[in-house]
């Protein structure tokens, strides 16, 4: 809306039929009512049967709409998410698709990397971490990592975000020291404030906040399968 001028009433959300589709539909639908002033509209929403790649029924109902509409968020699985792309690619082909970091975007890139350029060209994928290619100094410690204990596995955005939780885990445990057990390590973790990861934001936990980060980070995707940062801001 800010970005490419869309109206909230030309973006669409496909989402998969359980609690994984449902909290992506709650998460639009509150930035809907944030646009819109705190109203609440109506936000259009196209389903698919969890572990299926049947999308037919929601690409029947995009096309049944009788105003445009020119973005869909995609709150799926990577397979469903490409096979979406897939079959509207040439009907819509001015369509801007937008997923989130659960799509899983290593197996996104790669299905549409087969399709071809033209499936690929301008996706977006929102992650919880930095790009991959980012300079950020946790990033490039973690590549220093997996080329030493992994070499040859590529760098994607699901080890990172392992490698990120893991050293949060580690520095619990350090905090908490030789007697450890789940409460003492509980406690720890909900009491960290602040701690520098090397992110940028720092991360932050309370007794009713585990999320550690708030911040999402932008990446698209270029005709060659490639995730480049763009700004979200």
């Known amino acids: 809306v800010k970005s490419r001028k869309l109206r909230p009433h030309e973006i669409g959300v496909l989402t998969q039929q359980d609690a994984y589709g449902d909290a992506g539909w709650d998460g639009v639908s509150r930035a809907m009512r944030r646009l819109r002033g705190g109203g609440a509209g109506e936000v259009f929403r196209m389903s698919y049967n969890r572990n299926t790649v049947d999308v037919d029924e929601a690409i029947a109902q995009l096309r049944r709409q009788k105003h445009a509409i020119k973005a869909v968020v995609l709150v799926a699985t990577f ?9 509207t690619r040439d009907i819509y082909p001015d369509m801007i698709y937008a997923t989130i970091s659960g799509v899983g975007s290593t197996g996104l890139a790669s299905e549409l990397t087969v399709l071809g350029p033209k499936y690929a060209d301008g996706i977006i994928c929102t992650q919880v ?3 991959v290619e980012s300079y950020a100094s946790v990033t490039l410690n973690y590549k220093k990592a997996l080329a030493k204990y ?62 550690a980060l708030h911040k999402v980070w932008g990446t698209q995707l270029d005709k060659s399968g490639q995730y480049h940062a763009i700004d979200l801001d």
Request: glycine share 8%; aromatic share 8%; net charge negative.
């Open 150 to 211: 992994f070499p040859g596995e590529p760098a994607d955005y699901t080890s990172l975000e392992a490698y990120l939780t893991a050293n949060i885990l580690i520095e619990g445990l350090k905090r908490v020291g030789p007697a450890v057990d789940t409460e003492a390590l509980v406690n720890v973790l909900e009491s960290m404030q602040n701690y520098e990861l090397g992110l940028g934001p720092k991360v932050s936990f309370g007794p009713s906040d585990h999320q």
């Open 129 to 131: 971490t930095p790009a």
């Open 79 to 87: 397979r469903a998410a490409a096979k979406f792309i897939e079959k």
